[in-house]
């Protein structure tokens, strides 16, 4: 801490508060999602593993970096959108407010902290199934960038869904409506190939394809498009939803009237 | 000497409503100082703006010297501000939450010994290892207060600390607050409790629908309003028509009339003698605050 200078601690602080808030509730924010990501490898395994080939990969092997980076990206939104919406209708985000903390220092904050808990509920489902399953790790440094960005974009977007969510009911629909449909019909449980036409075509729309298609490759050495194009995609993503980001916190939209 | 607290035709609108209404104040370093008003008057308000929750439609605020918005790291740096509503964070225990307060102004360890500090003053190590969520009101109160405190800032606001909590425990948090003020810290009250206000700040400012209607030295307030109270009990018997104007208020059987000046005393018992009715117990009083502040409100 004392490398860490008295302009930095503030939002080092918030960002040790935040780790430290799903710290608390561990087996609802880490241990619950790689329980609920091992139920979907075991139930599509046995229904499909041994019979069903994906880019010459085994299912299961297949599934899993998906289900890996669903949970990460899921849990990284989850953590920035509760933590926002839980202080501004408990009130003690004023906490936060009244500090000196600028709106860049509270986006990074939050954002780190979003990308460890996805990170480590990544890290808890890899090594839960690497018990049971063999699986390779052709690109280490792919996985690792895909990682981190698919995080930081699902941070953000979690970000800007607690600052404009005003009721948890709305966040509830955000997460219900826009996270869950995106990230089930990413490529998760199918290569996009085995779509018709159509399909293929508007899962390029979809940001979430090319997070699970990218970190994908980063396991097997096979995608369904360019890691490069999914990595500029996801770039661009996090790069647009920064900025708009920093411009909600910047103006203080639905936080300081 | 820079002032504490400086506004500056300080406007707020919130849509079509006019909340505040180009107020300007200065408040010096070292003040205990009272905002009193009405509910909806704009105190609540006028404390957001400087704590930087609001962002005026126009005018300037300054802490300690340093613009709201324009220096706001050293103005909210200079600033601790207890809110109104029992707010907390339902992960934490107090002494977490004090440290993580101080934390983001940039103090770190340091700082831990001004944190068991202020714990102890406000009585609060036996819940130090509580999470808040288990506080009672009162101690979620206290809390509340050392949260303010725990970056140490010279200016602390208190919008309404002592509402709903019990007497003992208003009578630490005042002392401890009185010894803050004698320290060099400067105190900003909103009270509903006239009384606090009259006994503990030195000025005080009344604010209604957005305005300041009066600014003055508390004893200033107090001399310009020459009345006095007077409380009779008649035994039962009611109060002659020719009084009615004077009346305050009622209550237990007795009345209390309001005096324009002490020669009126004579006009009510002659009043009273009129009526064949016998005083059975009167008391003349000093108009309080509460009365300075019923007649400007009234008056406004």
């Known amino acids: 801490m004392n490398l860490i200078g008295s302009r930095f601690r503030g939002s080092w602080t918030l960002f040790k508060k935040e780790i430290l808030r799903f710290w608390r509730v561990v087996f609802q ?11 979907y490898l075991l139930i599509f395994s046995q229904v499909l593993g041994s019979r069903v080939q994906v880019h010459g990969v085994d299912y299961t092997a297949f599934l899993i970096p998906g289900l890996i980076m669903m949970s990460m990206l899921q849990n990284a939104f989850a953590n920035t959108s509760s933590s926002l919406i839980q202080s501004k209708v408990m009130g003690n985000i004023i906490f936060v407010l009244l500090t000196p903390l600028s709106y860049l220092e509270l986006f990074l904050a939050f954002l780190a902290a979003s990308i460890i808990r996805g990170l480590v509920v990544g890290i808890g ?112 993503s996090f790069f647009g939803l920064s900025l708009l980001t920093l411009s909600m916190l910047k103006s203080g939209y639905r936080l300081r009237g | 000497m820079i002032p504490a607290i400086k506004i500056d035709q300080v406007h707020k609108y919130f849509g079509a409503l006019h909340a ?36 005026p439609t126009s005018g300037k605020l300054a802490v300690m010297g340093f613009d709201v918005l324009g220096q706001y790291r050293q103005a909210r740096h200079a600033l601790g501000v207890v809110p109104q509503e029992l707010v907390f964070d339902p992960f934490f225990n107090v002494r977490e939450m004090l440290r993580f307060q101080a934390g983001y102004f940039g103090r770190g360890p340091e700082n831990d010994a001004w944190v068991d ?39 602390l606001v208190l919008d309404e600390p002592t509402a709903g909590v019990d007497v003992e425990l208003r009578q630490t948090m005042w002392e401890f607050i009185k010894r803050l003020n004698r320290e060099g810290h400067t105190i900003i009250l909103t009270t509903h409790y006239l009384e606090e206000a009259e006994t503990l700040c030195s000025r005080v400012a009344m604010m209604k629908q957005g305005e300041i209607i009066a600014l003055d030295s508390t004893k200033n307030l107090l001399d310009r309003f ?59 009083i000093e108009a309080d605050l509460e009365d300075v502040f019923v007649d400007l409100v009234g008056r406004a």
Request: with cysteine; glycine share 10%; aromatic share 10%.
């Open chain 1, 29 to 39: 924010t880490v241990a619950a999602p790689v329980m609920t990501a091992l139920l």
């Open chain 1, 125 to 236: 489902i890899y090594l839960v199934a690497i018990i049971f399953i063999d699986l390779p790790m052709v690109h280490p440094w792919i996985i690792l960038a895909f990682a981190v960005l698919g995080c930081a974009l699902l941070g953000a977007f979690g970000i800007v869904a607690g600052i404009w969510a005003e009721k948890f009911d709305q966040m509830s629909a955000f997460q219900n409506f826009v996270i869950m449909p995106l990230s089930f019909l990413s490529g998760v449980f199918y290569s996009i190939h085995s779509l018709p036409p159509f399909w293929q075509a508007v899962s390029h729309f979809n940001p979430f394809f090319y997070m699970i298609d990218g970190f994908r490759y980063g396991f097997f050495g096979v995608g369904d498009i360019s890691p490069f194009v999914s990595l500029a995609v996801v770039g661009g």
């Open chain 2, 20 to 55: 505040l209404k180009g107020v300007d104040m200065s408040i010096e370093q070292g003040e205990f100082f009272a905002l009193l008003g009405p509910n909806g008057a704009g105190k609540s308000t006028l404390i957001n703006l400087l704590g930087g929750l609001l962002r």
């Open chain 2, 117 to 155: 500090e202020i714990i102890e003053c406000l009585g609060l190590t036996d819940k130090a290892h509580t999470n808040m969520r288990k506080l009672s009101g009162g101690m979620k109160r206290r809390a509340l207060i050392a949260q303010a405190l725990a970056h140490k800032p010279p200016v």
């Open chain 2, 226 to 284: 020459p009345g006095k109270n007077l409380r009779l009990k008649l035994g039962g018997l009611a109060l002659p028509q020719s009084l009615h104007a004077m009346l305050r208020g009622q209550e237990n059987g007795e009345y209390m009339l309001a005096l324009n000046e002490v020669t009126q005393v004579e006009f009510v018992l002659a009043e009273l003698r009129k009526a064949n009715i016998a005083v059975e117990d009167m008391q003349l």
